[in-house]
């Protein structure tokens, strides 16, 4: 089978129009993929976790809404020691630094909430811990619990101007915890700083474990439901969480500058090939005239 020269020069000139728009579509999607690349890994930053041991914590505002049940005591103890209890339920000598502040509630005005702010533990080498009593004479509710907020520096409250506002934001952007009573709530705190790419944000993680009081008061005093909690860190490390952006804007310039120059390269490439196929149609056509005017 054999094909005359225009045909040949055409499936030619085709093919080659055929390898100009694959390159340019293997350069276009490199330039889509290379820009996809990037602004994933800019929307998506990897996350980086250290931990940095200290000797001490700033202490942290320990925020309690007892709502009717009264604080009996408060006290500081170390190395994970609590005495025994001495007339449990009964008002006694408190060494903790506390703050009353009362204030409307965050997701509604009508709302008034009286908080107890305590001033938290800070010696984490020797364990320091907050042991706490509270006392609620009858109550008809089915469930008793009193709620607890945790916020890094007690001296943000006391440094602050208007501490209704402070406790406002506190619970509007931290976390509630409740303890409940009849038991002693043990809870062990640790700091958690995320640095992102235009803020920094402080979070406390806790874990709690719950064991139950052993009420050996007589039963004219048992009334009066009696909570325990404790608060303690957890041990000197501080998670130090960093949001680092892994997208390098000049690896992407980069790319796309290979990209366009391919592109270049490719359209240079078609143009000369255009014009040599009209470079040698007009040959032949020359060539063909030639031949007619010959058999003339």
Known sequence: MRFSKGCLKNLFMVVLIFIYLLLTGVAFFLAYQTISDFLEKLNHPVMSVTYKEVDSFSPPGITLYPGRAELLSCRH????????????????????????????????NQTLRKAVVVRGPSDVRNKELIFMQFSLNETEEDFSAITYMLFSKFSDLTESENKSDFMRECERNYSMWTFSGGFRTWVKMSLV??????HEAVEFRQESAVV????????????????FAVFEWRDAFMQDIRLIVTANPWNSVA???????????????????????????????RNKAREMNQIQ
């Not at 290979?258 to 040599?276: E, R, S, Y």
């Open 212 to 227: 139950k009081f052993n009420d050996k008061r007589p039963d004219s005093e048992k009334n009066n439901q009696l909570f």
């Open 77 to 108: 103890h170390f190395h994970d020691y609590i005495p025994p209890l001495v007339e449990p339920g009964t008002h006694q000598e408190g060494e903790c630094v506390t703050q009353d502040v009362t204030y409307d509630g965050p997701f509604s």
């Open 255 to 285: 790319i796309l500058c290979g990209v366009f120059m391919a592109l270049f390269k490719a359209a240079n490439f078609a143009k000369l090939t255009i014009q040599w196929i009209i470079k040698m149609r007009k040959r032949h056509q």
């Open 193 to 198: 700083r995320t640095s992102g790419k235009s």
